[in-house]
């Protein structure tokens, strides 16, 4: 298989030593994390969705979740010492992260923001995470994280 063109993200990993493997799929237009999982055959909660959210003032941040729940933004405001949190329009999270949304990495984002990460995630033995371009996942062992970007573990899961 040819290699993906170099985004943000895998330079930054490769940069920062942290071993990964890339995992191209058919993208489908709002297709989400099932589309990827069935396209690479794997659990959707190690498929780590990455959302671009923001607070009450406009302050932008990185939220990590499984595939397979949601964010409970009252539950992150209160633990990231906010009043309120919100889903960024795709146009703002574009500007914010330097990605197109479906193609959202963590990691090589445009802006510095703050990484909240749901705790569950970083007790999986892989993830699959966005590699920086829709239809392409990396998969990185998640304890890896941390060598890439600060991190801040949270509890905000809730069912999908």
């Known amino acids: 298989m040819s290699k993906l063109p170099s985004t943000a993200a895998t330079r930054l990993l490769r940069e920062k030593g942290i071993p990964y493997t890339e995992h191209p799929y ?3 237009e709002k297709g989400g994390t099932a589309v990827s999982a069935r396209e690479l055959s794997v659990d959707e909660h190690a498929v780590v969705k ?3 959210m923001e607070d009450e003032a406009g302050a932008p941040m990185v939220v990590l979740m ?3 729940r949601e964010v409970s933004v009252k539950a992150l405001a209160r633990q990231a010492g906010r009043k309120t949190i919100q889903i960024c329009r ?4 574009n500007r914010h992260s330097g990605y197109q949304v479906g193609g959202t990495s963590p990691f090589g984002t445009r802006k510095q923001m703050p990484v909240f990460v749901e705790r569950s995630i970083l007790a999986l033995p892989r993830i699959y995470i966005n590699g920086g371009s829709r239809g392409f996942l990396v998969a990185i062992d998640p304890r890896d994280m941390e060598k890439a ?3 801040t573990p949270v509890d905000v899961a809730i069912e999908g």
Not at 90 to 93: C, L, S
């Open 149 to 151: 970007v600060a991190i």
């Open 26 to 28: 058919r993208y489908e």
């Open 50 to 52: 990455t959302l671009i």
């Open 90 to 93: 795709p146009e703002v999270a």
């Open 66 to 68: 499984h595939g397979d």
